[in-house]
């Protein structure tokens, strides 16, 4: 079974520091891994994606993410922390297995991102 | 989320009640999921379908029925709503290409009194 870790209930970083969400998974084969925001009373934004390619992935609003395959991260970063970065973010993961169950997307318990002018 | 909308956006029911939470979307994405946010829970998901008539039970699907009879709705119904039920739940679809994520509704936001 595939399972996604976000080891930080809450990240706290100033506006204009970098920032660091953490993201593990375990899942068998070679993961498709995803990264969502979620503001206030919305659903959930796709922010970006790591199929297959070069480790370091750029997505929205300045963010990107590596992926690790030794260490089985995913971790979301963005160089300058926006007030607006503010939300709660998930990480999730796919297997590539050809069947309707696996293409569901597991998700991590959510982390929530808060940049503090 | 242009493209998939649920109804209602907030709802209030009683214990008992039957109620329907809606959720259509227009790209004719094969892959349609319920799943409910719940505090401490982070999201869960209730149920699946990889393509119309076809269903399946997700992590959390006690007290939940689904159909599909059409590619572009998947509603999700509460047949005996209870207080355990509150919750806010997000409709999803994907297409069936497996590097698709998946895109969200905007979410019901469900109390049962």
């Known amino acids: 079974a595939q399972s996604v870790a976000q080891p930080e209930d809450q990240v706290n970083v100033a506006e204009g520091n970098p920032l660091t969400v953490k993201c593990t998974y375990s899942?068998?084969?070679?993961?498709?891994l995803f990264w969502y925001v979620q503001y206030p009373n919305r659903g959930l934004q796709f922010l970006l994606k790591?199929?297959?390619?070069?480790?370091l992935v750029k997505g929205s609003y300045g963010f990107e993410a590596e992926f690790n395959k030794s260490q089985t991260s995913f971790h979301l970063k963005k160089p300058s922390a926006l007030v607006s970065d503010s939300a709660l973010y998930f990480c999730?993961?796919?297997?590539?297995?050809?069947?309707?169950?696996?293409?569901?997307?597991?998700f991590g318990g959510g982390t929530r991102l808060m940049v503090k002018p | 989320d242009a493209g998939i909308t649920q109804s209602p956006r907030y709802k209030i029911t009683e214990t008992g009640r039957q109620v329907t939470l809606m959720c259509h979307q227009t790209?004719?994405?094969?892959?349609m999921f319920w799943y409910r946010q719940d505090l401490g829970h982070g999201l869960r998901l209730i149920y699946y379908?990889?393509?119309?008539?076809?269903?399946d039970k997700g992590e959390v699907p006690d007290g939940y029925v689904v159909s599909r009879s059409k590619t572009e709705n998947f509603p999700l119904t509460l047949e005996s709503a209870t207080r355990s039920q509150t919750s806010v739940y997000f409709c999803?679809?994907?297409?069936?290409?497996?590097?698709?994520?998946?895109?969200f509704g905007s979410g019901t936001r469900l109390t049962v009194v």
């Open positions: 999803a679809s994907s297409e069936s290409n497996r590097g698709g994520g998946y895109t």
């Open positions: 899942v068998s084969g070679n993961p498709y």
């Open positions: 790591y199929i297959t390619g070069d480790n």
């Open positions: 999730a993961v796919r297997a590539p297995m050809n069947n309707n169950a696996g293409n569901m997307l597991t």
């Open positions: 790209w004719s994405h094969s892959y």
């Open positions: 379908s990889a393509a119309a008539d076809i269903t």
